[in-house]
Nanobody, 116 residues
Framework: QVQLVESGGGLVQPGGTLRLSCAAS????????MGWYRQAPGKQRELVAT???????NYADSVKGRFTISRDNAKGTVYVQMNSLKPEDTAVYFC??????????WGKGTLVTVSA
């Protein structure tokens, strides 16, 4: 059974930092492209960042320079370090694991609220 379990969300003030983690089980983690997506109230889910099996990263323009995605294949975990958080970063953040053959797995999400 595939499980992606996100953690690390919460309430933070503007300018603050959070680190989200996603622990994967039931998949061969190292062969998956891992990613973080987010969905704000009333909006569509959008890409935050992805990291390939080789460690190449891709970021949404809105988070470039502030967020850093990383992965630990030994632990089967993907992270996103979020710095200089803004109110517009408020959303439910979802972990994603995918392969080019059309396999796509999602976590249940963790809420990040950026507010004074």
């Amino acid at each position: 059974q595939v499980q992606l379990v996100e953690s690390g969300g919460g309430l933070v003030q503007p300018g603050g930092t959070l680190r989200l983690s996603c622990a994967a089980s039931g998949i061969a983690f190292r062969i998956y492209v891992m990613g973080w997506y987010r969905q704000a109230p009333g909006k569509q889910r959008e890409l935050v960042a992805t990291i390939t099996t080789g460690g190449n990263t891709n970021y949404a323009d809105s988070v470039k320079g502030r967020f850093t995605i990383s992965r630990d294949n030994a632990k089967g975990t993907v992270y996103v370090q979020m710095n200089s958080l803004k109110p517009e970063d408020t959303a439910v953040y979802f972990c994603n694991a995918q392969r080019p053959v059309g396999i796509n797995h999602w976590g249940k999400g963790t809420l990040v609220t950026v507010s004074a």
